[in-house]
């Protein structure tokens, strides 16, 4: 957020944003909580569609600072009913992470770009990671991971790599799991735990 601190009116508004961020990534404890994995810098809740409402509020807060830093402003989940939200809780007691996941059926592989990494500019190297192109062939695929996202404080944690491995049970393999429009960062994630550049996307919104 940009705003000048000598600007009164300006100040009180960044307050109340900072406020509003805080409280909403703030985690007090649940009488009952749906614990899916304990490490020593935190743990993985589950959040279900029928769960009570303080978690669904919880789950949709962090959601949609989520969705504003991955642009996907006013975009609905495509199937509530189904949809699991696993939230990482810091030993703070705050939100760091958070991944919605949902059952899908096909999904498509990116096509891997040809690596002329020596001839490329930074900006010809961010450009990459921002375009990209997917097969038009669908591949079958059971997990669809719509929103991923990790605070920016908490980043280079392997919070993600957590998150992503408890998605729908380790029952599932790699090449079962597809990722809605990745930004860069979401490009190189899923390259990263995918092992390959060419992984599967699917379109959320559809």
Not at 48 to 74: S, T, W
Not at 108 to 117: A, H, M
Request: aromatic share 12%; glycine share 4%; net charge neutral.
């Amino acid at each position: 957020m940009i705003y000048s601190a000598d600007n009164p009116e300006d100040h009180f508004q960044h307050t109340q944003f900072h406020q509003r961020f805080l409280d909403s990534i703030k985690y007090v404890g649940w009488k009952k909580e749906r614990v899916v994995a304990e490490f020593w810098d935190g743990k993985i809740l589950l959040v279900m569609p029928d769960d009570p409402k303080y978690a669904i509020k919880k789950a949709e807060d962090v959601r949609l600072i989520a969705d504003n830093e991955l642009g996907f402003q006013q975009v609905a989940l495509s199937r509530p009913t189904q949809a699991k939200t696993y939230l990482f809780i810091s030993t703070e007691r705050m939100v760091v992470g958070c991944l919605v996941a949902e059952p899908i059926r096909q999904a498509y592989r990116v096509l891997e770009q040809p690596d002329r990494q020596k001839d490329l500019t930074k900006d010809d190297f961010m450009e990459r990671h921002r375009a990209w192109c997917c097969s038009t062939v669908p591949e079958q695929a059971l997990c669809g991971v719509s929103r991923i996202w990790v605070f920016s404080l908490a980043r280079r944690r392997g919070v993600a790599t957590r998150l992503s491995t408890f998605t729908y049970g380790s029952h599932l393999t790699k090449e079962e799991i597809a990722f809605s429009d990745p930004t860069p960062d979401g490009k190189q994630f899923a390259t990263k735990y995918c092992n390959t550049p060419s992984f599967l996307v699917y379109n959320f919104i559809a």
